[in-house]
């Protein structure tokens, strides 16, 4: 499949993500999309005669051309939305972008994402949190993301790879740049442990809507979202928001009452959009998470239980990674109608456990 054709198809004007999937779904492939005459573009929902005559014109082509030649120059990594690599569980969400542009070394789909954010005008209550949560996480083998801004989000990438644990920052603006600046040496040090990851093309300012967007990823990418401190008006009480329509699990830490940074955390466990947290270990305990070195023992205890061929296979695809049950069907090479009654016995023996949006993962 052709990048040129799949960047193409993003740098559309009036083509949205929404627009781009029913596209995808009616043509098979961002090449047939651009092969398509007018009139069968009019038959796809959202297509009107402008953006049809749009997509006819090889304008998004030659810029998505260029944008290619300078993503290889940046060792930047397209992740189209039918990629393998591209994040399963932001996927899964309606507006999930149909590309995202990702530098580093971290796996986006790694087993446990937790995704944290708060206020730009951290206090001292919350650095500490901060540094409280990266301590507590470190052995439950996690992934961190965040959105680099100020504040809370820097604060947590510093912490995470201080302890070791990959961090990825979701950014606004595209790759060729870095806002802000002050946490250009954290970024590149994210790109060793971690990474940095957007859906915006290159050359894209850092413009105030694009954060707004940006924070669905944040939201979408992560099993649970953390709001640490947050003022009751702004962008970790809108990822919040979003975790919610996405289904996740959100979580906030109380503050005082008089402290306009806690207001937005007490809100969201007043108005039940977020479980109470008062301590980081509390995260664990609510995700059912065990600690590696613990997690290492439990299996190498359950070697000892009696496995059929089937539930062996499953437990040998899900090594190391999480999977929906049709992808897990093909690669465990089990039929799904007769896979569930497999997966519903290796919960019970507490070897698996199933996640949102018919996803399973190994303990």
Same mark, same amino acid.
């Given at each position: 499949m052709s990048l040129i054709h799949q960047i193409a198809?993003?740098? &559309?004007?009036?083509?949205?993500? &929404?627009?781009?999937? =029913?596209?995808?779904?009616?043509?098979? =492939?961002?090449?047939a999309v651009f092969s398509a005459s007018r009139q069968e573009l009019l038959q796809v929902d959202g297509v009107g005669s402008v953006t049809a005559g749009q997509i006819l014109q090889t304008d998004a082509l030659v810029l998505a051309e260029k944008q290619l030649n300078c993503l290889l120059k940046h060792q930047i990594e397209p992740l189209f939305y039918t990629d393998v690599r591209y994040p399963k569980r932001l996927k899964n969400c309606y507006d999930a972008p149909v590309m995202l542009y990702y530098r580093g070394t971290a796996n986006l789909n790694h087993p446990r994402i937790v995704s944290i954010v708060g206020t730009r005008m951290a206090t001292s209550y919350g650095q500490m949190l901060c540094e409280q949560l990266a301590e507590t996480l470190k052995p439950y083998n996690v992934l961190v993301v965040s959105g680099l801004a100020y504040g809370i989000d820097v604060a947590i990438h510093k912490q995470s790879l201080f302890k070791g644990i990959p961090t990825v920052g979701v950014l606004g603006h595209g790759l060729d740049r870095l806002y802000p600046s002050a946490h250009r040496q954290t970024a590149l040090d994210m790109l060793k442990n971690g990474g940095l990851l957007t859906e915006f093309p290159l050359y894209t300012n850092p413009d105030k809507e694009n954060f707004p967007r940006r924070n669905r990823i944040i939201a979408g990418i992560a099993d649970v979202t953390i709001v640490v401190e947050a003022a009751l008006k702004g962008g970790a009480l809108i990822t919040a928001e979003i975790a919610n329509s996405? %289904?996740?699990?959100?979580? /906030?830490?109380?503050?005082?009452? +008089? %402290?306009?940074? =806690?207001?937005?955390?007490?809100?969201?466990i007043k108005t039940n959009r977020a479980g109470l947290i008062s301590h980081p270990r509390d995260l664990a305990y609510y995700m059912g998470w065990e600690a590696? =070195?613990?997690?290492? /023992?439990?299996?190498? +205890? +359950?070697?000892?239980? /009696?496995l059929s061929a089937h539930e062996s296979a499953v437990m040998k695809v899900l090594e190391g990674t999480a999977?929906?049950?049709?992808?897990?069907? &093909?690669? /465990?090479?089990i039929q799904q109608s007769k896979l569930a009654i497999h997966l519903l016995n290796l919960e019970i023996k507490g070897l698996i456990v199933s996640l949102p949006g018919n996803v399973y993962q190994a303990i």
């Open positions: 198809l993003t740098l &559309v004007q009036n083509v949205g993500h &929404v627009t781009a999937k =029913s596209l995808l779904a009616r043509f098979g =492939s961002p090449e996405y %289904n996740r699990d959100v979580y /906030a830490f109380p503050g005082r009452t +008089t %402290n306009q940074y =806690s207001e937005g955390c007490n809100f969201l590696e =070195s613990t997690a290492q /023992a439990v299996r190498q +205890t +359950t070697l000892a239980i /009696a999977l929906r049950i049709d992808e897990l069907a &093909v690669r /465990a090479g």
